[in-house]
């Protein structure tokens, strides 16, 4: 059993639907050339929320105001929360990001076009971004599944948490909409955690 210590704090970043897009895929959404233009710089470095989004559609309904975040990836890939497949009519499976085989595709909707991904939809499993260091101080490795206790008035504990290891992570636990309802989490709160190896 590894734990992190007492009085460590683990920033929670709730992330909310949204898409990633090869440049490719950009240019047809919002123009030949387009670039996408940075809105607010995210935790992890070099990653950021654009100004651009766009809307999604799947079988049953549409979601607009779907956030894209740069810069621009290998490959297109939508993360929506459970409620939002409910919505949309699809049946994503749970991913790490980047692992998009047999996942369902979507409609998408841009300023100056659209697509039609053939695959590309999951829930992005939870994870941990972990820098190295603390990786190594805790004796833990890269794509170790953890469980997470967090504590509070609607404390739950979190299954299969997936380490992310990289010496270009900020230490920072990511869940969806879904999971921080759940138990009352806030975008950016500061908690204490409790990691497990099995």
């Known amino acids: 059993m590894v734990s992190l210590a007492a009085e460590t704090k683990v920033t929670i970043g709730i992330s909310n639907r949204h898409i990633h897009l090869t440049q490719e895929h950009v240019e047809i959404l919002?123009?030949?050339?387009?670039?996408?233009?940075?809105?607010?710089?995210?935790?992890?470095?070099?990653?950021y929320a654009a100004?651009?989004?766009?809307?999604?559609?799947?079988?049953?309904?549409?979601?607009?105001?779907?956030?894209?975040?740069g810069p621009a990836?290998?490959?297109s890939q939508v993360e929506i929360s459970q409620t939002d497949a409910f919505k949309l009519g699809v049946k994503p499976p749970v991913r790490d990001s980047g692992h998009l085989e047999d996942s369902?595709?979507?409609?998408?909707?841009?300023?100056a076009g659209r697509i039609t991904l053939n695959k590309g939809v999951i829930l992005a499993a939870r994870h941990i971004h972990m820098h190295t260091s603390d990786a190594a101080a805790l004796g833990l490795k890269d794509k170790k599944k953890v469980r997470v206790a967090v504590p509070g008035e609607r404390g739950?504990?979190?299954e299969n948490v997936l380490l992310r290891v990289n010496p270009k992570y900020s230490l920072e636990m990511h869940v969806d909409t879904?999971?921080?309802?759940?138990?009352l989490l806030k975008n950016g709160q500061q908690v204490k955690v409790e990691l497990n190896t099995d």
């Open 156 to 158: 739950l504990i979190f």
């Open 104 to 111: 369902p595709g979507i409609e998408v909707i841009g300023d």
């Open 178 to 183: 879904d999971e921080a309802n759940a138990c």
């Open 73 to 75: 990836r290998s490959e």
């Open 30 to 47: 919002f123009g030949p050339g387009h670039e996408l233009t940075p809105l607010k710089e995210l935790k992890q470095p070099g990653q």
């Open 51 to 69: 100004e651009e989004t766009v809307t999604i559609v799947g079988p049953k309904g549409a979601i607009e105001g779907v956030r894209v975040l």
